[in-house]
């Protein structure tokens, strides 16, 4: 089986990704933990790591190289804080990389089920079958009136974040993204970068998630933030149908961008993915009938500068990653 992130799914022309996120605590340590204390919850979760029933491998950060440790936020699979941490920090991970718990970041734990496209149904059902066995397994702090206690007060109650990625060129292109990011935002989502919080867009992808996490289950969070995703996608969908109307102008943007990635032979990681967005456009639409949903999956990871030295199994500087990219870039096109 592929990884999550090299897969298409329900709708994966504007919802490249799904995440449900659970914020949790162990009850016998405070929630400002200090590097000692952080350093006993990870040997309790080491020890229980094998009762997870999900074929979790429990690794910590330490123990990684810095090329290691930043292809996984380039994945989106652990944040950029977690990475920095030199002492201490872990992460519970199956081979598919789709379920991944970390440990001593902003939490105790945080229970991340990830998948390909638009599938929030089926991802909190994972997520909270690996939330009821981490439960089983570890005694979670949480009271009768605030449900799940966190670290971050806007964490309390469920502890749940429900995120979509979303690419939305054709809102970008019409110049109406600014209008539909605050209509979201009004109806109590946020929107983030695509490495999440504090951090910028890349490419027109947009994160998109939940705030309210008390009062409210597991159930009505995923159900609401699937309401207003179907909503972007019909807004970005009709956003292309206005740009098809000047076809040649977009099929000459599109294939300009596609010549380009196919036939450089240096190019910075920029660079490739804001040409990146507009070949996946153009994939999407119809127009450039040579690549692949695959392909693009497979462009947006490897272009990356750790996953692309991982790809090669070396380290590089700034000019030979550019040139190896341009190579691997052709290689993936031309498959």
């Known amino acids: 089986m592929s990884n999550w992130y090299i897969q298409s799914g329900k709708d994966f022309d504007v919802v490249v ?5 659970f914020s949790r605590n162990l009850a016998e340590f405070r929630f400002n933990t200090n590097q000692n204390e952080e350093k006993q919850i990870e040997k309790i979760i080491e020890e229980k790591a094998n009762e997870t029933g999900y074929n979790l491998k429990f690794l910590r950060l330490k123990d990684m ?24 920090g872990a992460i519970l991970i199956n081979e598919e990389e789709n379920i991944c718990i970390m440990i001593n970041e902003e939490e105790h734990l945080r229970i991340q089920v990830f998948n390909s496209g638009l599938e929030l149904e089926s991802t909190l059902a994972l997520a909270i079958e690996v939330d009821e066995k981490i439960q089983e397994l570890l005694n979670i702090a949480k009271s009768k009136e605030y449900g799940y206690l966190t670290t971050c007060p806007t964490n309390l109650g469920t502890g749940m974040r429900a995120s979509v990625m979303v690419h939305l060129p054709g809102l970008t292109k019409t110049g109406n993204i600014r209008k539909i990011l605050n209509t979201i935002t009004s109806f109590g989502m946020e929107i983030r970068g695509t490495h999440g919080e504090n951090t910028k867009s890349e490419g027109d992808m947009y994160q998109i998630s939940n705030k309210q996490t008390l009062g409210i289950t597991e159930e009505d969070i995923a159900k609401k933030l699937k309401i207003i995703t179907e909503k972007i ?5 009709l956003a292309r149908k206005y740009l098809a109307k000047d076809t040649i102008e977009l099929e000459d943007k599109v294939y300009r961008s596609y010549g380009i990635l196919k036939n450089c032979r240096t190019i910075s990681q920029n660079e490739a993915i804001r040409l990146l967005t507009d070949v996946k456009l153009g994939t999407d639409m119809g127009i450039i009938k040579e690549m692949t949903d695959k392909k693009i999956s497979k462009l947006y990871l490897y272009i990356k500068s750790a996953n692309l030295q991982k790809y090669f199994g070396t380290k590089m500087d700034t000019q030979e990653k550019e040139i190896k990219r341009a190579e691997l870039i052709r290689n993936i096109m031309e498959s």
């Open 65 to 88: 190289d810095e090329i290691t440790k930043l292809s996984l936020v380039e994945k989106n699979i652990i944040s950029p804080e977690l990475a920095t941490k030199e002492k201490t």
């Open 17 to 21: 990704s799904t995440r449900i996120r």
């Open 233 to 237: 996608i019909e807004q970005e969908r």
